[in-house]
């Protein structure tokens, strides 16, 4: 078997394969990011995961266990998941610790090298080369550069909001939706909101569907927004790529899996990467996820597995259209 768990600081998927990729279990906890659950909770959510799949029999050598987890990456924190799972599934299994970033361009390259752009209340780059080399761009934090993010987005709308109301102007159809948002009836009711201690961070990136939904309904003010974001996401990429192909022959074509929040659901900006890449001969392919991220945990599993398992076009056939079978299920139940 192969066992897939995308985990992060809000939710954590696992999923149980067989060698022909029929989906045995699929199944939701809660949060699994070292960096923001101790080793208590984060065992207990693992533990539920395990028992929620309800597996015939115990795990043998023979079995994969990989893990695509949020904040991994530094601090020892590899080594304290993996022995935290092993507590629960023992010695025998595989196991494969890496960040989720993996898993975010394994669902659409399937194992194969190419460049993940993440775009949601942060931002961060991350690619793998033809040698497995590995390298990122950004994601130091909403401080630091993170032109593409939610937050960034987030602050120009404010930026312009205020700009207005000191001006004098009467509320615009941008800064009544920025109220309406935050609930209140007054610009100047905004500030507690966004100050408040801990949240600040997350509430001015919230406002990115805000610009996104006004770009998408031609505004130009969300459309430049949203443009300029784009080229702070294009230039990352292009560092990445540089940095990743460096006295190596470059590619013809590579793929760039755009993912997050904002990236998603922005027609403008990828409208806006397509057309600038093109004018600059890069030889970007972008592309939006067609499969949830857990499809790259099953694929990252495969791809640095020692079992000797390959991914066969059969077996991605399988897998993804139960996969799709199941999202069209969930979304008719309710879920997300």
Same mark, same amino acid.
């Given at each position: 078997m192969i066992i897939? #768990? &995308?985990g992060g600081g809000t939710k954590t998927t696992g999923i149980v394969v067989n060698e022909q990729g029929n989906i045995l279990a699929k199944e939701?906890?809660? +949060?699994?990011? +070292?960096?923001?659950? %101790?080793? *208590? $909770?984060?065992? %207990? *959510? $693992?533990?539920?995961? !395990?028992s929620s799949f309800h597996l015939k029999k115990a795990l043998t050598f023979d079995d994969v266990v990989f893990a695509g987890i949020s904040g991994v990456e530094s601090g020892g924190k590899k080594e304290w998941?993996?022995? $935290? $799972?092993?507590?629960i599934i023992g010695d025998e299994p595989e196991v494969i610790i890496d960040n989720d970033a993996i898993t975010a361009l394994y669902s659409e390259t399937k194992g194969?090298?190419?460049i993940v752009s993440i775009s949601g209340t942060g931002s961060i780059s991350f690619g793998i080369n033809e040698d497995n080399e590995r390298a990122r761009v950004g994601g130091w934090g909403y401080l630091i550069q993170d032109e593409s993010s939610g937050f960034s987005i987030g602050k120009r709308v404010l930026d312009h909001?205020? *700009?207005?109301? &000191?001006?004098?102007? *009467?509320?615009?159809e941008l800064s009544s939706a920025v109220m309406k948002h935050f609930m209140v009836k007054e610009i100047p009711n905004i500030v507690p909101h966004v100050y408040e201690l801990g949240t600040t961070r997350d509430r #001015?990136?919230?406002l990115g569907s805000v610009a996104v939904s006004f770009s998408n309904k031609g505004d130009k003010l969300c459309t430049s927004i949203l443009e300029e974001a784009a080229n702070g996401m294009l230039k990352e990429i292009a560092t990445l790529y540089e940095k990743l192909n460096q006295g190596k022959r470059k590619n013809d074509s590579v793929p760039i899996v755009l993912t997050g929040g904002i990236i998603q659901h922005a027609t403008v900006m990828l409208a806006y990467l397509e057309q600038k890449a093109k004018q600059r001969g890069l030889?970007?392919? !972008? #592309?939006l996820p067609s499969m949830p991220p857990i499809a790259g945990t099953i694929y990252a599993? #495969?791809? %640095?597995?020692?079992?000797?398992?390959?991914?066969?076009p059969t077996f991605s056939k399988v897998l993804e259209e139960e996969l799709r079978i199941q999202t069209r299920i969930s979304k008719e139940d309710g879920y997300t």
């Open positions: 897939g #768990i &995308d939701m906890v809660g +949060p699994t990011n +070292p960096n923001s659950s %101790n080793y *208590e $909770l984060v065992k %207990n *959510e $693992l533990e539920t995961l !395990f998941f993996s022995a $935290l $799972l092993r507590e194969k090298p190419g909001v205020f *700009e207005q109301h &000191d001006k004098g102007k *009467e509320p615009c #001015i990136a919230s030889p970007f392919q !972008f #592309i599993a #495969i791809k %640095n597995s020692k079992n000797g398992l390959k991914v066969t």
